[in-house]
């Protein structure tokens, strides 16, 4: 008579004879790694000087938030207003925090393109000094029309 087989038993078997314990952490330190790489290229576009030459890849507009989009005027009234500035990323002194970096690269992800002409919204000071409380960062979308990505800090 046969005996009884464990189905589950079986296939841990099946799957640890193909698969190492060190085969799957040294795949999980490649994905890290790749994650990290993908990080600082993301964290030097945000910080270098965007190339003229090369235009921003297109967007597909269907996939964005609405209320994320503003127009030039809306963000100029804004800056003049509360004396912000509305400059290019690479003139940020302060550390771009980690949600940023993130959040870029989920918008990266989704609409599967490379950001490269970013835009800040801060106060005067912070574009100078290394402080980092309150910008808004944006791409620009084209027809000066400007993206929200990500926004930290609490005092504006």
């Not at 038993?9 to 799957?15: A, G, M, V």
């Not at 193909?18 to 994650?35: G, K, M, Y």
């Not at 207003?81 to 980690?98: T, V």
């Amino acid at each position: 008579m046969l005996s009884k087989t464990n189905i589950e038993e079986q296939l841990k078997r099946s799957r640890n004879k193909r698969i190492t314990s060190e085969a799957i952490l040294a795949e999980v330190h490649a994905i890290l790694a790749q994650n990290e790489t993908i990080r600082a290229g993301i964290k030097s576009r945000l910080q270098g000087i965007p190339s003229p030459d090369k235009p921003s890849e297109p967007i597909d507009i269907s996939h964005l938030e609405p209320q994320r989009i503003y127009e030039l005027q809306d963000i100029k009234k804004i800056c003049v207003d509360y004396r912000l500035r509305f400059l290019d990323a690479y003139y940020f002194k302060g550390p771009f925090p980690s949600e940023a970096i993130s959040a870029i690269r989920e918008f990266e992800k989704i609409h599967n393109t490379r950001l490269e002409h970013f835009k800040i919204m801060a106060p005067s000071k912070l574009l100078k000094l290394e402080n980092a409380d309150d910008p808004l960062l944006f791409i620009p979308l084209g027809n000066d029309y400007f993206y929200l990505i990500h926004t930290w800090g609490n005092d504006l």
